[in-house]
T-cell receptor, first 111, second 114 residues
């Protein structure tokens, strides 16, 4: 089966650092993707990981451990505009290159 | 500009009517996808297609139908058999065969059954 878990909601303070976790069990693995989605809008791509380790992209970093089926998204120097949902997605293999999404984590950034 | 376009942005439908949501992309992507999103929820896969004239069911295909007659287009029909069609519908496209490539999304269609 396929299962992707994320916390439902998180709250953090402006200027702080927050870590959003994602655990997954999927049949086949061809990359883990993080998207940001503001209310009522389409998701926008943030980062992906295929190999174990940390990928850094400005204020955003993403980590992957394939043996543990675990990833996290790290947001530094939080800004009010970072209040959004963050979606973790896994892409399959073996001819089915579909993206399976988790339920998303709603992040609220407080002043 | 290259991108993926969904229309209309808002759609109202009477119960018992079929309705078709449009999705067009000019990114030359082979794969296209339809997702449904309910309030406060993640994205659930309805259908996807990796090549013209071929498509596969996702996790919640019941009550929906698609076609892929052209590479650029992947319309979704919400039929009267879909019991709870009110939702936000997102179309996406991607390259296949090359790993580590992300899906690109359209702006979505918000369907309301009245």
């Amino acid at each position: 089966g396929q299962n992707i878990d994320q916390p439902t909601e998180m709250t953090a303070t402006e200027g702080a650092i927050v870590q959003i976790n994602c655990t997954y069990q999927t049949s086949g693995f061809n990359g883990l993707f993080w998207y940001q989605q503001h209310a009522g809008e389409a998701p926008t791509f943030l980062s992906y990981n295929v190999l174990d380790g940390l990928e850094e992209k400005g204020r955003f970093s993403s980590f992957l451990s394939r043996s543990k089926g675990y990833s996290y998204l790290l947001l530094k120097e939080l800004q009010m505009k970072d209040s959004a949902s963050y979606l973790c997605a896994v892409r399959g293999t073996s001819g089915t290159y579909k993206y399976i999404f988790g339920t998303g984590t709603r992040l609220k950034v407080l002043a | 500009d290259g991108g993926i376009t969904q229309s209309p942005k808002y759609l109202f439908r009477k119960e018992g009517q079929n309705v078709t949501l449009s999705c067009e992309q000019n990114l030359n992507h082979d794969a296209m996808y339809w997702y449904r999103q309910d309030p406060g929820q993640g994205l659930r896969l309805i259908y996807y297609s990796q090549i013209v004239n071929d498509f596969q069911k996702g996790d919640i295909a019941e009550g929906y139908s698609v076609s892929r007659e052209k590479k650029e287009s992947f319309p979704l029909t919400v039929t009267s058999a879909q019991k709870n069609p009110t939702a936000f519908y997102l179309c996406a496209s991607s390259i296949i065969g090359t790993p580590n490539t992300e899906a690109f999304f359209g702006q979505g269609t918000r369907l309301t059954v009245v």
